[in-house]
């Protein structure tokens, strides 16, 4: 069937046309079928919408199919809809996947199901730009207050708000520390510090998990205190930039690196504290604020202004005064600069997303979106690689002749263990 001009701002395509369709093709049918439905002619714009579905490239189907979803939903066929913008999830991941789910989550929060609908926004959410993670945020909470679970709702407003998470991961860590490190200061040395402190030739013998526990015990309640304010401080500000879990993942990573930096450059003496994991927090925000820009509320713009002062001060108080671990300092330092200019704060607005749109993909299987995560998963195995070196390095120094065990030292109070203070 031909349509005139008459009928729209120019000539429709060919629906009639055997076979396959060119690309140029199926996109003016397409765009024929955008204008039928914003003109309101729902069953014509179904019709063209049915001719580009089935062609081999799965961007444009599923843009047919998004588009045909909505004509019959238009139609008041909802179930039929439903259906349309369901087998746009069978087929490979485009641009479409992510407003089908979102059509998919209203259509169920119709229905009065929500579950399915907040099953359906947590898969929108995974694939939202950056600009519509808020509104997505406060969908979920709506739907978590409704279904009676209010504890997540309320992590849901908070995060629609762009003010991080309800209750903190880094909170935790700071309740874990205080609570080991004050039974480790209320035991003998012994028994409080020597199985969780940085025992450099321990480490060498395999005690591998010193690498972290070392974070949980510190020197003195003075120590204790300055790093879990600084921990406070940073800990919140990381998780409202890229989410609890990764803010996990930076803390371990830092932990580790500024042990493995003192395994290696730190001498003999066992070490405790927290700071090297700290310092990379410091180092991560430091250089996420100059690399990516992110836009924070003023409290947090107020400490990242002052990071690079406070990191400058805490290194030459390091270099200043003995007792000091501050090869944990640089080490925890340099891994969370690494680890900022990768990774992209993906909680917030950054001044590149508040310019450029993101999409789920430049093509029919977001080819775009699998290429920007492949830098940062390069530079996180290239710092796992570095670290496992180092470890490796460390270990076959302190097994050489000549090296000095723990046997050796004595350590008679807390205050003589090689602190971290940031």
Request: some cysteine.
């Given at each position: 069937?031909d349509?005139t001009?008459?009928?729209?701002?120019?000539p429709a395509p060919e629906l009639?046309i055997?076979?396959p369709l060119?690309?140029e093709?199926?996109r003016?049918?397409?765009d024929?079928?955008?204008?039928?439905l914003?003109?309101?002619?729902?069953?014509?714009a179904a019709?063209?919408?049915?001719?580009?579905?089935g062609?081999h490239d799965?961007a444009?189907t599923?843009?047919?199919?998004?588009?045909l979803?909505?004509?019959?939903?238009?139609l008041?066929?909802?179930?039929?809809a439903?259906?349309t913008?369901?087998?746009?999830?069978?087929?490979?991941?485009?641009?479409?996947?992510y407003p089908a789910?979102r059509?998919?989550?209203?259509?169920?929060?119709?229905?009065?199901?929500?579950n399915?609908?907040i099953?359906?926004?947590?898969?929108?959410?995974?694939?939202?730009?950056?600009?519509?993670?808020?509104?997505?945020?406060?969908?979920?909470?709506w739907?978590?207050?409704?279904s009676?679970?209010?504890?997540?709702?309320?992590?849901?407003?908070?995060?629609?708000?762009?003010?991080?998470?309800?209750?903190?991961?880094?909170w935790?860590?700071?309740?874990l520390?205080?609570v080991?490190?004050?039974?480790a200061?209320s035991?003998?040395q012994?028994?409080?510090?020597?199985p969780?402190?940085?025992?450099?030739l321990a480490?060498?013998?395999g005690?591998?998990?010193?690498?972290?526990?070392?974070?949980?015990?510190?020197a003195?309640?003075?120590?204790?205190?300055?790093?879990?304010?600084?921990?406070?401080?940073?800990g919140?500000?990381?998780?409202?930039?890229?989410?609890?879990?990764?803010?996990?993942?930076?803390?371990l990573?830092?932990?580790?690196?500024?042990?493995?930096?003192?395994?290696?450059?730190g001498?003999?003496i066992p070490?405790v504290?927290?700071?090297?994991?700290?310092?990379?927090?410091?180092?991560?925000?430091?250089?996420?604020?100059r690399?990516?820009?992110?836009?924070?509320?003023?409290?947090?713009?107020?400490l990242?202004?002052?990071?690079?002062?406070?990191i400058v001060?805490?290194?030459?108080i390091?270099?200043?005064?003995?007792g000091?671990?501050?090869?944990a300092?640089i080490?925890?330092?340099?891994?969370g600069?690494w680890?900022?200019?990768?990774?992209?704060?993906?909680r917030?607005?950054?001044l590149?997303?508040?310019w450029?749109?993101?999409?789920?993909?430049a093509?029919p299987?977001?080819?775009?979106?699998?290429?920007?995560?492949?830098?940062?998963?390069?530079?996180?195995?290239?710092?796992?690689v570095?670290?496992v070196?180092?470890?490796?390095?460390?270990?076959?120094?302190?097994?050489?002749?000549?090296?000095?065990?723990?046997?050796?030292?004595?350590?008679?109070?807390?205050?003589?263990?090689?602190?971290?203070?940031?």
């Amino acid at each position: 069937m031909d349509e005139t001009p008459a009928s729209g701002p120019r000539p429709a395509p060919e629906l009639s046309i055997e076979g396959p369709l060119s690309w140029e093709a199926a996109r003016a049918i397409l765009d024929r079928a955008s204008e039928l439905l914003d003109d309101g002619d729902f069953r014509d714009a179904a019709l063209h919408y049915r001719r580009v579905i089935g062609f081999h490239d799965a961007a444009v189907t599923t843009a047919a199919l998004l588009g045909l979803g909505e004509a019959l939903y238009r139609l008041d066929q909802d179930d039929a809809a439903i259906a349309t913008w369901e087998s746009i999830l069978e087929l490979p991941e485009t641009p479409s996947t992510y407003p089908a789910w979102r059509n998919i989550a209203a259509a169920r929060v119709r229905e009065g199901d929500l579950n399915g609908a907040i099953a359906a926004y947590r898969e929108a959410d995974r694939r939202a730009p950056l600009d519509d993670k808020a509104e997505i945020a406060n969908r979920l909470g709506w739907l978590a207050k409704e279904s009676g679970d209010t504890r997540r709702a309320r992590r849901y407003f908070a995060a629609g708000r762009g003010s991080g998470p309800a209750f903190p991961l880094s909170w935790l860590v700071i309740g874990l520390t205080v609570v080991v490190s004050m039974t480790a200061l209320s035991a003998p040395q012994d028994v409080g510090f020597g199985p969780l402190m940085l025992d450099k030739l321990a480490v060498a013998d395999g005690e591998y998990w010193r690498l972290w526990t070392v974070t949980l015990v510190h020197a003195s309640l003075l120590h204790l205190f300055f790093n879990m304010y600084a921990l406070y401080l940073s800990g919140p500000l990381v998780e409202t930039l890229y989410g609890s879990r990764l803010f996990l993942l930076f803390y371990l990573l830092c932990a580790a690196a500024g042990s493995i930096a003192s395994f290696v450059f730190g001498g003999n003496i066992p070490a405790v504290g927290a700071s090297g994991a700290i310092f990379g927090l410091f180092g991560l925000l430091l250089a996420a604020s100059r690399a990516h820009h992110p836009v924070i509320d003023r409290r947090g713009r107020a400490l990242m202004g002052q990071l690079g002062v406070l990191i400058v001060i805490n290194l030459v108080i390091g270099f200043t005064i003995a007792g000091i671990d501050n090869a944990a300092h640089i080490g925890g330092l340099l891994a969370g600069i690494w680890l900022g200019l990768l990774i992209v704060p993906g909680r917030v607005p950054t001044l590149r997303s508040l310019w450029v749109r993101p999409t789920t993909g430049a093509g029919p299987t977001g080819q775009s979106g699998e290429r920007s995560m492949l830098l940062p998963v390069l530079g996180v195995a290239a710092l796992v690689v570095v670290l496992v070196v180092g470890l490796v390095l460390g270990t076959s120094a302190r097994r050489s002749p000549g090296s000095v065990g723990t046997a050796e030292l004595t350590v008679a109070a807390p205050t003589a263990v090689a602190t971290r203070r940031s």
